[in-house]
């Protein structure tokens, strides 16, 4: 079959796998690893470029051994690398127990991988050592290269476009689960994957993260300053039927993914004037992340960088009600934000992690209020020198909508 594909259906070039897969190498030399297999879509999708139900073997000189079973002639079109066919996972194995040395030591990620698959590769091969490739994995993913950094800003870029919008749609009587049904349609129809990939999240994220009102500070299952009512017990938490109303902050925090590259925002809107104790609890918002901006530059010390936007809330009074209230409080006030959220890196009390170029952020600055809930998140990346760049280019400010 040959396989032409649509202008709008960009393909991973070399020039960036072979570089990635370089990468990998050195972090299986230096985790004392002969190599890793990758089993998860996404990072099949990062070594390779296509996301076919497969795997991939990556050695620790930088080679790779595509494996797909489903539907591998589409993977040789999509990746630039060669593809082997496979009937199922038996056949992978004896393919992998042949690219590996005796006694080898393969790396798994087991944040991702179900313990049957584990104890099935357990028995696929034996004598070769299973090892935990979780941390050195994550940590390699959390520098992104070029590639990715422009897939991040062009998300970023449409989430602008998105919120643009929302001054026509916010109005009285709208329920926050028909305002984030509005904004997923603009973002599906400007390319956006209806799905945000969070790592081992124990709910996946979703992009409607929407709450207003005081019921919107309520605290729930994600580990967020504030989570609202949800639809049901069964998703309890974001958008709800609940209806939008005059005087209180609507907190629109919403995601975009292009290219299998998310980027995280959350704007604050007022139906009428914006109360005084909203316009205060921003207004340290917009403080925190011009200093996080400008703080975040290579060398910098996550948990110092945590403590500096502390130190802005206590400075506006408001030490109490940031990044939530009592038991619901945070230790986070940035997170990774790329393929997937809920990843390194992140801005973390007491967190010694050194910032490193190519790393993005998403800043997840929050307060809570007796009206509500007050947000403000931008996704940044880290330069190679002078203060982060923002891709999320929607403007980082108050917005008061006519009653």
Partial sequence: MSWEFPPWYHLTPPEVIEPRLARIGRMCAAAGLDAILLTDAYDVFYATGTSQQG?????????????????????????????????????????????????AKLGLCMDV?????????????????????????LELKAVKDAWEVERIAAAGALGARIYAELPRLIEPGITEAE????????????????????????????????????????????????????????????????????????????????????????RTYVIGPAPEMVQRAHGCLEEIE?????????????GELFDLAGEIAARHGLSDDWLGRGGSKIRFCGHGVGQELG?????????PAVVRPGETYALELKIVTDLGPVGLESTVAVEQSGPARNLTPAPSVLTELPA
């Fill in 55 to 103: 795997l991939v073997l990556v050695t620790a000189k930088g080679e790779a051994l595509v494996l797909m079973r489903r539907h591998a002639g589409r993977a040789a079109a999509e990746s630039p690398l060669e593809v082997t066919p496979i009937s199922g996972l038996t056949q992978a194995a004896k393919l992998i127990g042949q690219a590996l040395p005796a006694e």
């Fill in 113 to 137: 991988l179900a313990t049957s698959d584990y104890l099935g590769w357990q028995k696929r091969l034996p004598g070769v050592e299973l090892i935990d490739a979780t941390r050195p994995w």
């Fill in 179 to 266: 305002l984030a049904g509005e904004m997923q349609r603009l973002a599906m129809a400007g390319g956006s994957i209806d799905h945000l990939r969070s790592r081992s999240g124990y709910h996946q994220t979703y992009s409607w993260h929407i709450a207003s009102g005081p019921a919107g500070a309520l605290p729930s299952a994600m580990d967020a300053p504030f989570n609202g009512w949800g639809l049901s017990p069964a998703f309890p938490l974001g958008a709800s039927q609940q209806e939008l109303a005059p005087g209180v902050p609507i907190n629109v925090d919403f995601g975009v993914s292009l290219e299998g590259y998310q980027s995280d925002q959350t």
């Fill in 290 to 302: 011009a200093a996080l901006i400008e703080g975040l530059r290579p060398g910098a010390i996550s």
């Fill in 343 to 351: 990843s390194p890196p992140y801005i973390l009390q007491g967190s």
